[in-house]
């Protein structure tokens, strides 16, 4: 009984390598996948967007006392431009994000379309007719803009456009106020941020909607969070309304992700031998009890059945649905495990015992990976109730007459 038992440990220590191996290959060709194919999902589709509000800029020359060479004030004092802002009296911005995930290769990337449409008026507080320069940052330099339009009161400006910085001047009217509407459609990847500036800054009468076309999105660490939220069909309404804010945090909406299937796939395959242990534990069990005779040559092929769901989930998962490809490895590693023994043991105990057993700890532990942070809860469940179950299966046996018997 002892060297039984010591051949199926070296079957289930060689399987457990070939996992290792097969773990580290699928890690090595996500990585290798994601270093080639994302530069050009980036040249494609951009970066992650970060969008900071326009400035408006004038020039006023200045005065600057010169002496002569006597010392005394010179008649006529030097002049020099001098730099100044219009401050933002009003920020009424609409941003629609619509989700555009693409798979390539052993990984998914959220890929979004935006459509920006901001509405901000500056106050000239002199008693001067201000040429202002409207500049407003591009959200990303690498990126492609649709209908770009710069507006100052309905007017249409022309804009021009370096260095990812659009600009457009126009005349200002003194103690009145100017209405710049700025819109485009472009393209991101991963997130949509709209930044108040690097340090602490105030904002006035500012409001921020945003209409998406799903759910599950997410917001960044030390971000600002939506002041109302609701449902608008199969998306979200989110809307940031303040009055007199001072912050040093952004708003930033991050898209949803779906499950990665290398990494997961990789997940499922480095956990094997877990659920190989367990297998052949209450099998070994399960056959001792009963008194059935499975050779550790069984146990090699059965351990085989194991793998073969895991190398064709590693494979499989690059050209179909992860769903789909974990459903197929299932049925064919089932359907190996049940013809196998049928012919091995009996038909009902393939099926209706074996097969079960397989399902509860291949299928069913290794789908727990689709359920990020219940995994460990549902595979430590999993197992005390194994224990559970064997423990009052087993409390009669002898154990010391079992291990004693001959083994044919």
């Known amino acids: 009984m002892f060297k039984r038992i010591?051949?199926?440990?070296?079957?289930?220590?060689?399987?457990?390598?070939?996992?290792?191996?097969?773990?580290?290959?699928?890690?090595?060709?996500?990585?290798?996948?994601?270093?080639?194919?994302?530069?050009?999902?980036?040249s494609n589709w951009g970066t992650p967007q970060t969008q900071t509000q326009p400035t408006a800029t004038y020039i006023l020359p200045a005065a600057i006392p010169v002496n002569d060479d006597a010392g005394k004030p010179a008649s006529k004092p030097q002049t020099q431009p001098r730099f100044s802002s219009l401050p933002i009296e009003s920020s009424q911005i609409h941003v629609d994000l619509h989700l555009d995930q693409r798979k390539k290769g052993l990984l998914w990337y959220s890929t979004y379309r935006n459509n920006f449409d901001g509405a901000y008026s500056f106050k000239n507080p002199t008693d001067r007719n201000l040429s202002v320069t409207f500049a407003l940052h591009l959200p990303a330099e690498h990126a492609v803009y649709d209908d770009m339009r710069m507006m100052l009161d309905?007017?249409?400006?022309?804009?021009?456009?370096?260095a990812g910085i659009a600009r457009a001047t126009a005349f200002v009217n003194p103690q009145s106020e100017a209405?710049?509407?700025?819109?485009?459609?472009?393209?991101?990847?991963?997130?949509?941020t709209y930044s108040f500036g690097e340090a602490a800054n105030g904002v006035r009468n500012f409001t921020l909607q945003v209409n998406t076309d799903f759910e599950g999105f997410n917001f960044g660490d030390d971000t600002l969070s939506p002041t109302s939220e609701r449902a608008d069909g199969?998306?979200?309404?989110?809307?940031?309304?303040?009055?007199n804010l001072v912050s040093g945090f952004p708003i930033s909406v991050r898209m949803p992700e779906k499950i990665q299937p290398g990494p997961l796939?990789?997940?499922?395959?480095?956990?094997?031998?877990?659920?190989?242990?367990f297998f052949f534990f209450v099998l070994f069990i399960l056959c001792t009890v009963r008194g059935i005779d499975l050779h550790p040559m069984n146990y090699f092929f059965l351990g085989c059945t194991f793998f073969s769901f895991h190398l064709l989930l590693a494979?499989?998962?690059?050209?179909?649905?992860?769903?789909?490809?974990?459903?197929?490895?299932?049925?064919?590693?089932?359907?190996?495990?049940?013809?196998?023994l049928r012919l091995v043991v009996s038909p009902r105990f393939a099926l209706f015992e074996a097969g079960l057993i397989q399902f509860v700890y291949l299928v069913l532990f290794s789908y727990a990976f689709f359920f990020d942070g219940f995994t460990g809860l549902t595979i430590t469940i999993g197992a005390i109730l194994t224990l559970y179950i064997v423990m009052r299966t087993t409390a009669r046996v002898q154990w010391a007459e079992v291990f004693a018997r001959p083994v044919a």
């Open 6 to 42: 010591a051949a199926i440990a070296f079957i289930f220590f060689c399987t457990s390598l070939a996992w290792i191996i097969l773990g580290t290959t699928i890690s090595l060709r996500t990585d290798s996948s994601g270093s080639e194919i994302q530069p050009r999902v980036l």
């Open 154 to 162: 309905d007017s249409p400006l022309s804009v021009t456009s370096q």
């Open 179 to 192: 209405k710049l509407r700025v819109s485009y459609r472009s393209q991101g990847l991963d997130s949509w």
């Open 234 to 243: 199969t998306g979200r309404e989110l809307t940031w309304q303040y009055t």
């Open 265 to 277: 796939a990789g997940r499922i395959s480095f956990f094997a031998p877990v659920s190989l242990f």
């Open 315 to 340: 494979y499989l998962v690059d050209h179909i649905s992860i769903h789909l490809a974990f459903a197929i490895s299932s049925a064919v590693s089932i359907f190996l495990l049940v013809s196998y």
